[in-house]
Each structure stands twice: as structure tokens, then as C-alpha cells.
């Protein structure tokens, strides 16, 4: 159950506006955006270290961003970011075999070396304590430019915040990010936990 209940109309018309960029972006409006609406300040700030990790002109795929992003909310226990990410990688057209197969990214044929570094990054750093080595920036730097680990550490640290924020206030998973969970990673493999209910 919603620690804090989402707002289910926009506080203004900025925000409103915000909203229809959302829908476009994820196909729906995520309810962690509703309840954030509450401090519109916090919401702005999000929106706007969104767009640069998204950014058009940015060097790492977007899709495989997805994939980084999962495998942080994965590390940190965010069943409700994993569904997100889940939902935003399909919306950018990342492969539904590939997107499945994640869990298995360390053996997966679907998964290149550099991705593996990249995602074997994104595991350590979301951790609590942070744990990752020389080894982690060795392997990274044999397929990754330096602005490209930028890029992908300024991924995994945003969704620091959004894994802290959405966790904390059991934020209640939307139907359509359930049922992509579901449906790609399977319920043996997911499950919405404390982020079930309607929000």
C-alpha cells in the first residue's frame, strides 16, 4: 500500500504539460510523478536530469540505457523501477528476447562484452556499499569512452535517487508497468511486492 497517495490530476499547467511528455516517453504517467507533483520543485529537477541522461545528441544507445538503469534498480531491490525500466525499454524498441534474457547477461549471447561491462558497472555501483574495483573501470575502458562512463554513471546515479525515493513510499506500481514486468521477466522472476495496489 501507497505510503503517500499519488495526486491523479497535475497541480498546474507546467506540470500538465510534463505529463503529456511522459505519457509519449513511457505510455503512461509513472505514479512516483504524481506523488513528486506535491514538491513541483523536486519534480522539475528530475525532469530536467531525465532529459540529460536522454538527451538526442548523447553517445550511449538510449535502449541499452534502459537496460543500465534495470540492472541499478535491480541492484538496489526497486521492484518498482525494474517494472519502469522494463516498460521504457520496450517503448524504445530494445528487443523483448534480449530484455528477458538480462538475467542471464553474464552468459547471454544477446549480450556483447562491452555491455557486460557496462551492466556489470551498473550492478556494483548501485550497491550499498558501493562496490565497484579497478577491475570495473579496466573493463570499462576497453570499450567505453571516457564521456561515455560519464553518461552511464550519470544513469545509474539518478536512478539512485529514484530507487531511494520509490522504495522509502512503497510507490504503487501502474497496471501497464505490471503487466511488461510480468509478461517479459516472468512472476518466478518479479514480482511487484510492496509496490502492488492501485494507486
Not at 55 to 62: C, F, L, Q, R, Y
Not at 108 to 127: G, H
Not at 143 to 170: K, P, Q
Not at 185 to 192: A, D, E, N, V, Y
Request: charged letters at 25%; glycine letters at 6%.
Amino acid at each position: 500500500m501507497a505510503r503517500i497517495a499519488p495526486l491523479a490530476t497535475p497541480v498546474n499547467a507546467e506540470i500538465e504539460k510534463a505529463f503529456e511528455g511522459l505519457k509519449r516517453h513511457l505510455g503512461f504517467v509513472p505514479n512516483s510523478v504524481l506523488i513528486l507533483q506535491r514538491r513541483p520543485q523536486i519534480l522539475f529537477a528530475l525532469g530536467q536530469m531525465l532529459a540529460a541522461c536522454w538527451a538526442p545528441d548523447s553517445t550511449v544507445d538510449a535502449g541499452f540505457k534502459r537496460l543500465v538503469s534495470y540492472m541499478a534498480s535491480h541492484a538496489a531491490g526497486c521492484q518498482y523501477c525494474v517494472a519502469h525500466q522494463v516498460s521504457g525499454a520496450l517503448h524504445l524498441d530494445v528487443e523483448e528476447q534480449k530484455l528477458a534474457a538480462i538475467w542471464d547477461y553474464e552468459r547471454s549471447p544477446l549480450y556483447s562484452d562491452k555491455e557486460r561491462a557496462a551492466l556489470d558497472y551498473a550492478r556494483a555501483a548501485a550497491c550499498v556499499p558501493n562496490e565497484v574495483t579497478d577491475a570495473h573501470f579496466d573493463r570499462l575502458k576497453a570499450h567505453w569512452t571516457d564521456d561515455e562512463i560519464v553518461e552511464l554513471t550519470g544513469v545509474i546515479s539518478l536512478f539512485g535517487f529514484l530507487n531511494r525515493f520509490n522504495d522509502s513510499l512503497a510507490t504503487p506500481l501502474e497496471p501497464e508497468a505490471i503487466t511488461d514486468a510480468e509478461r517479459i521477466l516472468g512472476r518466478t522472476r518479479w514480482s511487484p511486492g510492496k509496490h502492488a495496489g492501485a494507486g
